[in-house]
């Protein structure tokens, strides 16, 4: 069902709409999405190319080729080209204009206009200079989202040195895991921060990380909070004297390292060079979510996911972003769009979940605030259900595009989502995006069309990992994007396309549910069971039978307040699904547990609890420091009957 269909100006009114008519100029006409994006995919040369020529992108060498060889891995783009990230990020806007505005529950609002942050930028770069750091030196940051981070993230970049950040509500074991695998120069960190209403004490903390990092020659403490660092460098003594510039780097040289979640097992030091995250975020960020100079995109984000560098991105659009620190809920699951309606954002993101917890407290927030700024809503994290297309089209009207993506950090963007360019179905992200070849496979490495299959990109993409930092022969890079299907990128996650070209995530491939055969994928489990008025949260996991039989299903379920899992409640939750869904949706028992276990960017983890119940050992299946809740994987450590 198309809730929003493309609307008739959007070539004169949209970003892809004026490079749709740059192309035309340029001889390349195409006649809506399709066509677009199997040029996108098909013509490498040509389309990363008007990427690069479109977006005004700097190469200070020019490069001899664009991709020379497109098998994957190891491919190579704009060889010999030179270039700089932080150069793009801060190349736009007149000096007084905002480039930042920055929330937190630490501290009063932030503004920094564009003039502030280039000198901030230049300060910063100064500084790191003093302290030794230089091309390849690794600087990491326990540090929230707040200006200062962005600052020492461009000027990083700026000096052709290497970032990595964790949110400092990460534990220290989970800190010194992820940053003692690339040895930093320089750690950046706060000693503390405000949650909410609770004031949270991060010096041991520091102090741990400090300990655990031998190879950091020097601790700068940004003051956020009461608490002092001592034995540091203060953040004001380092910006003391300003170096403008930028170091010219090759288009594959590391801007940064990302981390996988870690709860199944040592985090992956993902790098990202600079060429590959400039030309991918331009694309993605202009084109899909269609920033221009003057909009502001707010989107909630630690500084441990993704989003946040998506973020930061913003600003080579020329966009302003606000930065968000804190409780994204406190003081109420309104304040999000209160700050939507003070900052005048164009692009607001949100979590399905969250999406969802408006809809069920009956929120207006197009009522309640002035959104007529909006003109997309980002979601991402989890799949959104078809209700929540329904409430967002029903609250905001169709002037708002629901952009629903999925992609994730070994790519550190969108893999599919929608666009200006594209209808909006209820239930469905609108389609891969442009130059992504994404499609589904089965088993024996065939595409297949309306049944569930892994995802997979089957040709090369800029912002594909340089590597893993450490696997020198790149064989821990190989084993887990390409060893399923050979020359072709495995994602891990289960997807539907249609015959239209859009698409449903359904789950990660690791955790999809094999039914006496039949593979079923866990979103549509969540999207059926959430939907009941009783029900606040789940989680689905299938115990396989190695004889070959249906195996035990097992769902597991939070209350909401007031409710009790009787019969009653089990006839209905088993009804629904077999109503919905099929039999075999049918759980062969149903549990409530006092929460449901989620890593810190909200995905529910689904493969630790089928390994803790079929008794592994509960510090063998997850890091308790990655998990938005530590405790929550009690209940089913009880279940198993193994001691916490």
């Known amino acids: 069902m198309i809730l929003r269909p493309v609307a008739p100006d959007v070539r004169e009114t949209t970003e892809i709409g004026r490079y749709l008519r740059w192309l035309a100029a340029r001889g390349r006409s195409f006649d809506d999405y399709a066509a677009l994006h199997r040029w996108s995919v098909t013509e490498l040369d040509e389309f990363w190319s008007s990427i690069k020529e479109f977006f005004g992108v700097r190469f200070h060498t020019p490069a001899t080729a664009v991709v020379p060889d497109r098998r994957m891995p190891g491919t190579e783009w704009f060889p010999g080209a030179t270039l700089n990230y932080a150069e793009h990020a801060l190349g736009h806007g007149p000096g007084d204009e905002v480039a930042i505005i920055a929330y937190s529950q630490t501290r009063e609002r932030i503004e920094l206009t564009w003039a502030q942050l280039r000198d901030q930028v230049a300060r910063a770069r100064a500084g790191l200079a003093r302290l030794g750091v230089g091309r390849g030196d690794r600087v990491v940051a326990y540090l929230p989202n707040i200006p200062e981070t962005v ?133 993605n960020h202009g084109l899909s979510w269609d920033l221009r100079p003057g909009d502001r995109v707010l989107w909630f984000s630690t500084t441990a996911w993704m989003m946040w560098n998506a973020l930061v991105s913003g600003l080579l659009t020329g966009a302003s972003i606000v930065l968000v620190d804190g409780n994204p809920l406190h003081p109420d699951l309104a304040w999000q769009w209160r700050l939507a309606h003070e900052t005048r954002a164009t692009l607001m993101g949100a979590s399905p979940g969250f999406l969802m917890a408006c809809r069920k407290a009956g929120l207006d927030p197009a009522a309640e605030y002035d959104l007529s700024a909006l003109r997309q809503l980002g979601a991402a994290g989890s799949p959104l259900p078809a209700e929540g297309f329904h409430w967002v089209r029903d609250t905001f009207g169709p002037d708002v595009l629901l952009n629903v993506g999925s992609g994730g ?57 340089v590597g893993f930092w450490g696997d020198d022969t790149g064989s821990r890079y190989r084993e887990t994007y390409f060893s399923t299907y050979p020359g072709v990128w495995r994602h891990g996650d289960w997807i539907r396309f249609t015959p239209e070209g859009s698409c449903v995530i359904a789950g ?90 989620r890593n810190r960017t909200g995905k529910k983890l689904e493969l630790p609890v089928k390994k803790l119940l079929r008794g592994a050992r509960p510090d063998d299946v997850a890091a308790r420091d990655v998990l938005a809740d530590p405790a929550s994987l009690d209940a089913f450590v009880a279940l198993a009957g193994r001691p916490a």
């Not at 070994?410 to 209820?426: K, T």
């Not at 969540?526 to 115990?543: N, Q, R, T």
């Not at 299903?553 to 209905?572: H, I, N």
């Open 151 to 283: 600052v020492a993230y461009l000027a990083v970049a700026s000096l052709g040195a290497v970032w990595a950040s964790c949110a400092p509500e990460f534990g220290a074991r989970a800190v010194v895991d992820r940053f003692g695998q690339i040895e930093p120069r320089v750690l950046l960190t706060v000693s503390g921060y405000r949650y909410g209403a609770k004031d949270v004490d991060r010096r041991a903390e520091a102090a741990e990380i400090r300990a655990g990092l031998p190879t950091a020659e020097h601790v700068v403490h940004i003051p956020y909070g009461d608490h002092e660092l001592p034995g540091t460098l203060a953040w004001d003594d380092l910006l003391t004297a300003s170096a403008p510039g930028f170091e010219p780097v090759g288009f594959a040289h590391p801007l940064c390292v990302l981390f996988s979640s870690g709860t199944t097992g040592k985090p992956k030091a993902i790098v990202h060079g600079h060429g590959g995250l400039l030309l991918e975020h331009l694309k």
């Open 409 to 465: 950090t070994d790519v550190c963007s969108g893999i599919v989502q929608g666009g200006p360019l594209q209808p909006v179905r209820a239930g469905e992200i609108s389609g891969p995006c442009l130059g992504v070849d994404a499609k589904a496979f089965d088993e024996r490495g065939a595409e297949v069309v309306g049944e569930l299959g892994e995802l997979v990109i089957t040709a090369p993409m800029p912002s594909m990992p």
């Open 508 to 597: 990660r491939s690791d955790a999809t549910l094999n039914r006496g055969g039949v593979r079923l994928g866990t979103a549509e489990f969540y999207a059926v069971v959430e939907e009941l008025p009783e029900i606040e949260d789940s989680l689905v996991v299938h115990l396989e039978d190695p004889a070959g039989g249906h195996g035990d299903l097992r769902l597991f379920v939070v209350l909401g307040e007031g409710s009790a899992l009787d019969d009653s409640l089990r006839g209905k939750i088993a009804s629904a699904l077999r109503n919905a869904l099929s039999p075999r949706h049918v759980p062969d028992t149903i549990t409530a547990v006092p929460s449901i276990p």
